[in-house]
Antibody
Framework: QVQLVQSGAEVKKPGSSVKVSCKAS????????ISWVRQAPGQGLEWMGG????????NYAQKFQGRVTITADESTSTAYMELSSLRSEDTAVYYC???????????????WGQGTMVTVSS | DIVMTQSPDSLAVSLGERATINCKSS????????????LAWYQQKPGQPPKLLIY???TRESGVPDRFSGSGSGTDFTLTISSLQAEDVAVYYC??????????FGPGTKVDIK
């Protein structure tokens, strides 16, 4: 059974960057897209962007364009999400999720990482 | 972008009673070539990641109890819990995956015990 294991909690200063990793184990990594979703304290789910490792192409929500970079390393079955110019409003739990559908381009998010808490504070 | 709305924001239901959550998309998520609705439902309990319950609007994910069912087509969808159990207390989100590569979630509906 595929599992997604994320890196640990981070505390960052405003204006800095954070890079969160998401390692897949127990299954095929490249055949699926990976999305990143964040959840601010007490708030709902917000899709940030995603990548199809086999193509290496990433797509981003308009809100995060220019500030987020999503990459994948097929050799280690790991996806990364880097968010720059951090501000207090970026304090949230960041999740990676596997996209499962009829084709590689889209589908529901069937497997989720455990989440990574990122706190932005001076 | 496709905007998802949910109603109600929260509801309280007695144990064993039915809970109904509505989700509406700003444009149709029905793909005419395969007649599938690109709509999923998730359950999230405190301190846990979301869990996929329903995909293609009405297909239950493996292992999900059959008291959970999804219905609807086009722009209007419903998640029904036929007989609410204590372990169903959670926030429920709908999500569209029609406008690939962009995905959007609804704002969530909190379900509690009355």
């Amino acid at each position: 059974q595929v599992q997604l294991v994320q890196s640990g909690a981070e505390v960052k200063k405003p204006g800095s960057s954070v890079k969160v990793s998401c390692k897949a184990s127990g299954g095929t990594f490249s055949s699926y897209a990976i999305s990143w979703v964040r959840q601010a304290p007490g708030q709902g789910l917000e899709w940030m962007g995603g990548i199809i490792p086999i193509f290496g192409t990433a797509n981003y929500a308009q809100k995060f364009q220019g500030r987020v970079t999503i990459t994948a390393d097929e050799s280690t079955s790991t996806a990364y999400m880097e968010l720059s110019s951090l501000r207090s409003e970026d304090t949230a739990v960041y999740y990676c999720a596997r996209v499962e559908g009829d084709d590689i381009l889209t589908g529901a998010f069937d497997i989720w990482g455990q989440g990574t808490m990122v706190t932005v504070s001076s | 972008d496709i905007v998802m709305t949910q109603s109600p924001d929260s509801l309280a239901v007695s144990l064993g009673e039915r809970a109904t959550i509505n989700c509406k998309s700003s444009q149709s998520v029905l793909y005419s070539s395969n007649n599938k609705n690109y709509l999923a439902w998730y359950q999230q309990k405190p301190g846990q990641p979301p869990k996929l319950l329903i995909y293609w609007a009405s297909t239950r994910e493996s292992g999900v109890p059959d008291r959970f069912s999804g219905s609807g087509s086009g722009t209007d969808f419903t998640l029904t819990i036929s007989s609410l159990q204590a372990e169903d207390v959670a926030v429920y989100y709908c999500q569209q995956y029609y406008s690939t590569p962009l995905f959007t979630f609804g704002p969530g509906t909190k379900v509690d015990i009355k």
